[in-house]
C-alpha cells in the first residue's frame, strides 16, 4: 500500500511519525473517513468541509486546500488502484516537546491511507440487519468534532462483541446519542426520526445527505431526541456513516423491531442514498 505522510507518497513500511506527534501523546487530531466507490469519492465536499470545521474548531491551522485535499485523495486512489473501500485521513497538531499548551509553531502532521473493501455497497449484512446494546454515553462534551479520541467507542463495540450484538448506541440523560461510529435513527408510523444536531453528536456527513433525500422523496422527518424505550418500540430503527451507508438495525437489547427484519423505510433510503451518491461522485 501507498500512503501519503506529510507531503510524500510512500509504502506503508516507510511511513512514519514522530513519537512526540500531539495525536500520539493527547489524542490531539481530527480525521475523515470518506467511501470510494468504483474508484470514485463519495461526499468528497461534505467531509471536506467538516474536517475545516473540525480544524477550527480545535484552533489548529488548516494545512491543504479543499483543491489539493481532492488531488490528494484521487492520488492515493490511483497509486492503489482502489476500487470500493474507504480513505482514512488523519490530521494532528504536530510534534513538539510535550505541553498541554497548544504550541505556537508546530507543522501539523498529515496523514492518509486507503482500505480496499472490495463490494462494500453490497455488503451482505444491510440484508439482514445488525443487533445493537444500549451503553452509557460517557464520552466527552464536544462529539461534534470529528477527534480521534475514539478509545470509548472502541470499548463499546467490544462490549456489544461480548454482547452478541453488532454496535452499540449511546444513552445519555435517558435519550439515545448517536451510535459508536454511526447516527441513530427509529421510524415509526412512517415518521424518520433522529436525534437534532448540537454538541451531543457528530454531524453526520452521511445523516446530512440522508435526511435531504427523505426530504425529497416526501417522507415525514422529526429532528429530536428519543429514549431507547421509544426505539425498541418503533416500527423499525437504522443508522448512517460513511462506510456504512445506511443500514437497517432490527434488535435493541434482545428486543426485536418490527417482523426482526430491515424495514422497508431503511432499504429505501439506502437505495436512494447509494444511486444518488454514485452519481455525484467525484
Ligand atoms: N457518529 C460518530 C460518533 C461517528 O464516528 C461517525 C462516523 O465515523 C458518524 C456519527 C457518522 O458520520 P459520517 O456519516 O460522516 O460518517
Avoid: C
Avoid at 33 to 56: E, M, N, P, Q, W
Avoid at 195 to 205: F, K, P, S, V
Avoid at 232 to 240: N, R, S, Y
Wanted: glycine share 8%.
Amino acid at each position: 500500500r501507498t500512503v501519503y505522510v506529510n507531503g510524500l507518497y510512500l509504502p506503508e513500511e516507510e511511513a512514519k511519525v514522530s513519537v512526540f506527534d500531539r495525536g500520539f501523546l493527547m489524542a490531539d487530531g481530527v480525521y475523515e473517513v470518506t467511501s470510494v466507490l468504483g474508484g470514485k469519492l463519495i461526499d468528497f465536499a461534505g467531509h471536506a468541509r467538516r474536517l475545516a470545521r473540525s480544524l477550527a474548531e480545535l484552533e489548529m491551522k488548516n494545512p491543504l486546500t479543499e483543491d489539493e485535499l481532492l488531488a490528494i485523495h484521487r492520488e492515493l486512489v490511483a497509486r492503489n488502484d482502489l476500487v470500493d473501500g474507504m480513505i482514512y485521513l488523519q490530521i494532528t497538531r504536530g510534534a513538539t516537546d510535550r505541553d498541554f499548551l497548544f504550541p505556537e509553531n508546530a507543522e501539523p502532521t498529515v496523514v492518509l491511507f486507503t482500505q480496499s473493501k472490495p463490494g462494500l455497497a453490497d455488503n451482505p449484512t444491510a440484508k439482514v440487519g445488525i443487533k445493537v446494546i444500549s451503553i452509557p454515553d460517557i464520552r466527552w462534551g464536544r462529539r461534534d468534532i470529528k477527534t480521534v479520541q475514539l478509545l470509548y467507542p472502541s470499548m463499546g463495540k467490544m462490549m456489544a462483541r461480548k454482547a452478541g450484538a453488532d454496535d452499540a448506541w449511546m444513552v445519555e440523560d435517558g435519550e439515545v446519542t448517536e451510535g459508536t461510529s454511526n447516527n441513530a435513527y427509529i421510524v415509526k408510523g412512517g415518521k424518520i426520526i433522529t436525534r437534532h444536531l448540537g454538541n451531543e453528536i457528530l454531524h453526520g456527513i452521511t445523516r446530512s445527505a440522508v435526511l435531504r433525500f427523505a426530504r425529497e422523496a416526501q417522507m415525514e422527518v422529526e429532528e429530536r431526541p428519543f429514549t431507547v424505550d421509544e426505539a425498541k418500540a418503533a416500527d423499525e430503527a437504522f443508522i448512517t456513516s460513511a462506510s456504512a451507508f445506511v443500514m437497517p438495525v432490527v434488535q435493541i437489547d434482545g428486543v426485536s423491531l418490527g417482523a426482526g427484519t430491515p424495514g422497508p423505510v431503511a432499504l429505501r433510503l439506502r437505495e436512494i442514498y447509494l444511486d444518488e451518491m454514485r452519481k455525484a461522485a467525484v
